[in-house]
Nanobody, 124 residues
Framework: QVQLVESGGGLVQAGGSLRLSCAAS????????MGWFRQAPGKEREFVAA????????YYIDSVKGRFTISRDNAKNTVILQMNSLKPEDTAVYYC?????????????????WGQGTQVTVSS
């Protein structure tokens, strides 16, 4: 079992920044990749970014490239999503997830454990 706890969400004006953190505990030694997804009101949950544990390769949805950066802190078993130049369309609940078996980091179904989510609201 793996437990994930997100933090760092909040309200920010357009153009501002937020830093989301996801702390993992439990069987973290078997991690293949970790990622962030988001779900806006009335929309399906979508992939945002992911990082591979083997080589730190990163993946991003096109709409956040150049604005968001995913990274990890091995010592703290934490994955970070730094979000800059935020836009109102980034408003959503952001979820952290981890995969303990091989798969593709863009595919929601390949993740095994999920956090409870943290709200990000960007005002115009």
């Amino acid at each position: 079992q793996v437990q994930l706890v997100e933090s760092g969400g909040g309200l920010v004006q357009a153009g501002g920044s937020l830093r989301l953190s996801c702390a993992a505990s439990g069987r973290t030694f078997s991690t293949y990749f970790m990622g962030w997804f988001r779900q806006a009101p009335g929309k399906e949950r979508e992939f945002v970014a992911a990082i591979m544990w083997s080589d730190d390769s990163t993946y991003y949805i096109d709409s956040v490239k150049g604005r968001f950066t995913i990274s990890r802190d091995n010592a703290k078993n934490t994955v970070i999503l730094q979000m800059n130049s935020l836009k109102p369309e980034d408003t959503a609940v952001y979820y952290c997830a981890t995969a303990v078996a091989s798969g593709h980091p863009r595919i929601e179904g390949d993740y095994d454990y999920w956090g409870q989510g943290t709200q990000v609201t960007v005002s115009s």
